[in-house]
């Protein structure tokens, strides 16, 4: 069975400043991939980044990398430049990567707020 | 290319009640899956269809149960509905490949049972 552990309810973060939001994971799979997701109060689940359990390097897009560190089970989300439309709740989950598999394990989540 | 559409995007139902939710999967998607989030947890997996076929289930009782179309639309139905049934019905869809198969999320359904 796959798990996520989010251990921060709610983080405030300066506009501008960067943050680092904690994803801990438990899967006993070689093979996975490792998702954030934002969700703003709109309630759809917004993808933001992706992370395969082969993958050497860490990934980025934009704003938003991923600090993954597979000894220690960990996929933290870190954005930088902080806007005030970041604020939302974020979400990891993962994936075990079978064809046809299309099951996410969500964390429990992060709720971002961004001060002006 | 349109994304995934949901509706209804609210709903009240009373206890005992049928429901049905819609879900129209994004072009070229051709696996749908349904999640339900409750209030201040991350989403949970219903299950999710392939070819018209549920092929993965999470842990939910038999009175959720779905569909999937030849059109690759869905719907979610929930028999006897619960106080705990109460939540937000996400849909979502993808490629079914595999890799970084990244699901693409409606805006949901939100659901209060009184």
């Known amino acids: 069975a796959q798990k996520i552990t989010q251990t921060q309810p709610g983080m405030f973060v300066q506009e501008k400043e960067a943050v680092t939001l904690d994803c801990t994971y438990d899967t006993s799979d070689p093979s996975y991939g490792l998702f954030w997701y934002k969700q703003p109060s709109s309630g759809e689940m917004i993808f933001l980044i992706y992370q395969g359990s082969y993958d050497q390097q860490n990934a980025t897009e934009g704003r938003y990398s991923l600090n993954f560190q597979k000894a220690r089970k960990s996929a933290n989300l870190v954005i930088s430049a902080s806007q005030l439309g970041d604020s939302a709740m974020y979400f990891c989950a993962m994936r075990v990567l079978n064809f046809g598999n299309e099951k996410l394990t969500f964390g429990t989540g992060t709720r971002l707020t961004i001060i002006p | 290319e349109t994304g995934v559409t949901q509706s209804p995007t609210h709903l009240i139902k009373t206890r005992g009640q049928q429901v049905t939710l819609r879900c129209s999967s994004q072009?070229?998607?051709?696996?749908v899956s349904w999640y339900q989030q409750a209030l201040g947890q991350g989403p949970q997996f219903i299950f999710q269809?392939?070819?018209?076929?549920?092929?993965g289930r999470g842990n939910f009782p038999p009175r959720f149960s779905g569909l999937q179309f030849p059109n690759y639309s869905s719907e979610l139905n929930v028999n006897a509905l619960e106080l705990d049934d109460s939540a937000l019905y996400l849909c979502?869809?993808?490629?079914?490949?595999?890799?970084?198969?990244?699901?693409?999320f409606g805006a949901g359904s939100r659901l209060t049972v009184l």
């Open positions: 979502a869809s993808s490629s079914g490949a595999d890799g970084a198969n990244v699901l693409t």
């Open positions: 072009s070229g998607h051709n696996t």
């Open positions: 269809y392939y070819r018209e076929e549920e092929n």
